[in-house]
């Protein structure tokens, strides 16, 4: 079949001169006919998309460049030909009664539209094209352009991203579930070695023990951090907002890590620039996250006689908004300039060796540079071989005496954490004319005790061994603060009448008129340097303790424990029981419903309530308890693995008053009981 070339020419330039004019701007009161005429084929030869022209009839009367390109035709050999040899079946067999159906009755059901079909080459293989088609007159006869579109290469993309996401799915899914099956006999495992440590045990048991807590929770750690891995991958990890107190929570993880510092006789200190850092709002777990990850790595990579020193300073962003600068720094072997830059990727680490002689998944600073990232901050080191590494991140957060939000603010009331009000600032000046000498070997230790001393008052002179104090004398001090002594800086002492406060394992109990644990703390720091110096103002707090087994003498609550795992059940039993709770004031619970039915019989004072559990969940059961009994009659404690935002909200809506974390451990049960003890008593 012949096509006219005019024809063909008119109805191209008729098709394509919509869309053309969207794409270019032609004066034409200045150009002739032929000039417009060869600037629109020039685009239309140029355009990137497929237009193919038809008749009525569905005969190709133009196909352009690009058409060529996606279908492998030359324009000579697929002019005159029906257009139903470019598209694949079945629309290939049904195109000419779509088009003989249009052309009779007007109904469109492709004109005008966009659509994804499937187009044919000409060597038979078949690509996903979008289509557009218009309709045209030109004079008596309608003619047809088609836009095509391959898409061969967004389809791919799709599919692999579909593809992607679903493996992503699967594999979080299947880390919730292992996290949830190995979390189940390993809290069992830690709980019950948290019992035995408030037994009668010999040296060789003790050690047994610490190294059985020590491999769970390592353990526990590692489960966690893939389970933190799979959440950000998915970007499900959410942050909570709360009131943190960052001395605190700094003093927590370095007690946390303190058991493998003095296994490698590495120092601990901190220094917080000004002693002033503004309680803040954040999510404080998460942050010891961080600062867990990095102690942990300084003081694995850090050899005996050295230090790890954590510091901190602040600096206003807004009003309402800072930013908080920490440093972690050691004196450990350093990272080579050629594994720096992985150093930040998943299950990656300095070297290969590096696993195999110090441990570790190379999960911990991945998840680090996520988590500040999170956190509005970044993370980045300073290091040399030989002689150290210093890890810096930063964090942006409000204010704690900014706005808080009412979700905040009802955390706050339900947090179980035995933070107190006490802070460093609480005994500014109360031994002002007191003089002390600080005396350890790392200067990082000295500099942090100086900066308490001299904020509540004293002046302070250091020193880095007992020669030096004994070759000082006369001794100016009027209080010694040491972690070191010899005979001679006894019998100087001694007929001084100077009071010795002894820090670490090394430093004689029997020596000193106090002794503190490494590493050092602020609040016990002060509480020594208190009653040696100054013991009449030690007040006794009236508040119930929990350092003996006589808790519930002084908290006689009648407890129920509803979960649905046995070994939780004893291990939570016997946790009760050494704290001086009969039997007859516990009991147990497989499921929300028996739970429920137990609490009709006698009512209990506090229920320990797990989430997961078959008949009635924790959550359904919790909510149900409340149509019946108020918050000031029981009290609910969540039993659970997760810290989530969203899973602590969940709690509190369902009426829970707080919640303690699995694996539990005896001063959290401690707390607990006081807790809730207050709460019902609170005129007590």
Wanted: glycine residues 6%; negative net charge.
């Amino acid at each position: 079949m012949s096509i006219h070339p005019s024809r063909a020419k008119s109805a191209l330039l008729a098709a394509c001169s919509g869309e053309i004019r969207r794409t270019a701007s032609f004066n034409t009161k200045d150009m002739n006919h032929a000039e417009v005429s060869a600037q629109l084929k020039a685009v239309v030869e140029t355009v990137l998309d497929g237009i193919v022209v038809i008749s009525s009839t569905g005969v190709i009367e133009h196909f352009n460049p690009a058409a060529e390109k996606q279908f492998l035709y030359r324009q000579e050999e697929i002019l005159g030909r029906n257009v139903s040899e470019l598209m694949a079946e079945p629309h290939r067999s049904q195109h000419d009664e779509y088009l003989r159906r249009y052309i009779e009755t007007g109904h469109k059901s492709i004109i005008g539209r966009g659509r994804e079909v499937e187009g044919l080459r000409s060597d038979g293989t078949t690509f996903p094209l979008e289509l557009s088609v218009s309709e045209m007159r030109i004079g008596d006869e309608i003619k047809f352009t088609g836009m095509t579109r391959d898409v061969t290469d967004r389809k791919r993309a799709e599919a692999e991203a579909a593809v992607s996401k679903a493996l992503a799915e699967s594999k979080s899914a299947f880390l919730s579930l292992m996290s949830h099956e190995l979390r189940t006999p390993l809290t069992g495992m830690i709980g019950m070695a948290s019992v035995l440590q408030n037994t009668e045990l010999t040296s060789e048991q003790k050690d047994c023990l610490n190294i059985i807590q020590l491999c769970g929770n390592q353990l526990l750690n590692l489960i966690n951090d893939i389970l933190d891995l799979g959440k950000m991958e998915k970007g499900e990890l959410t942050l909570e907002e709360r009131e943190v107190d960052v001395r605190k929570c700094i003093e927590e993880v370095t007690e946390l890590v303190s058991p493998a510092a003095t296994s490698q006789q590495v120092d601990l200190a901190y220094d917080i620039a000004g002693q002033a850092i503004p309680s803040i709002l954040g999510d404080s777990l998460r942050l010891r996250q961080i600062l867990t990850n990095l102690l942990s790595n300084a003081i694995k990579f850090t050899s005996a006689c050295g230090y790890v020193h954590v510091r901190v300073s602040s600096a206003p962003k807004q009003p309402g908004l800072v930013e908080l600068h920490f440093e972690v720094e050691d004196t450990g072997i350093g990272i080579p300039d050629e594994s720096k830059s992985k150093l930040f990727r998943a299950f990656s680490q300095a070297h290969v060796s590096t696993s195999r002689k110090y441990g570790g998944t190379g999960l911990g600073l991945s998840i680090c540079k996520s988590l500040t990232e999170m956190m509005g901050g970044s993370i980045y080191f300073d290091s040399v071989v030989g002689r150290g590494t210093t890890f810096h991140f930063t964090i942006l957060a409000k204010t704690a005496d900014g706005p808080m939000s009412e979700q905040s603010r009802e955390a706050m009331k339900r947090s179980i954490s035995s933070e107190d009000c006490w802070t460093l600032q609480s005994g500014q000046g109360m031994f002002n004319g007191w003089s002390a000498a600080v005396i350890d070997r790392q200067p990082v230790v000295r500099s942090m005790l100086k900066s308490w001393l001299e904020i509540w008052g004293m002046e302070v002179a250091e020193y880095s061994d007992p020669a030096e104090l004994v070759a000082a004398v006369p001794v100016a001090a009027r209080i010694v603060l040491s972690s070191a002594i010899t005979t001679e800086m006894r019998h100087l002492l001694s007929d001084a009448s100077i009071p010795l406060i002894g820090f670490g394992s090394s430093m004689p109990k029997t020596a000193c008129a106090a002794h503190l644990r490494k590493p050092l703390r602020c609040r016990p720091v002060f509480d020594a340097v208190q009653r040696v110096c100054r013991p009449e103002t030690v007040s006794v707090s009236t508040r119930p303790t929990a350092t003996t087994s006589l808790l519930y003498e002084q908290c006689p609550l009648k407890i129920l424990v509803a979960d649905d795992n046995d070994v939780n059940q004893k291990v939570l039993g016997r946790m009760l029981t050494r704290l001086g709770f009969p039997e007859s004031a516990i009991r147990s619970a497989g499921h929300g419903r028996e739970a429920l039915d137990l609490m009709e019989q006698e009512l209990p004072s506090l229920v320990f309530m797990d989430l997961q559990m078959p008949v009635l969940d924790g959550l359904q059961a919790t909510r149900l308890i409340r149509q019946r009994w108020p918050s000031s009659t029981v009290q609910v404690c969540a039993l659970t693995a997760s810290s989530a935002p969203a899973d602590v909200a969940a709690c509190i809506a369902a009426g829970m008053d707080f919640s303690l974390s699995k694996p539990m451990r005896m001063p959290d049960l401690e707390q607990a009981l006081m807790t809730a003890f207050e709460a019902l008593h609170p005129a007590q």
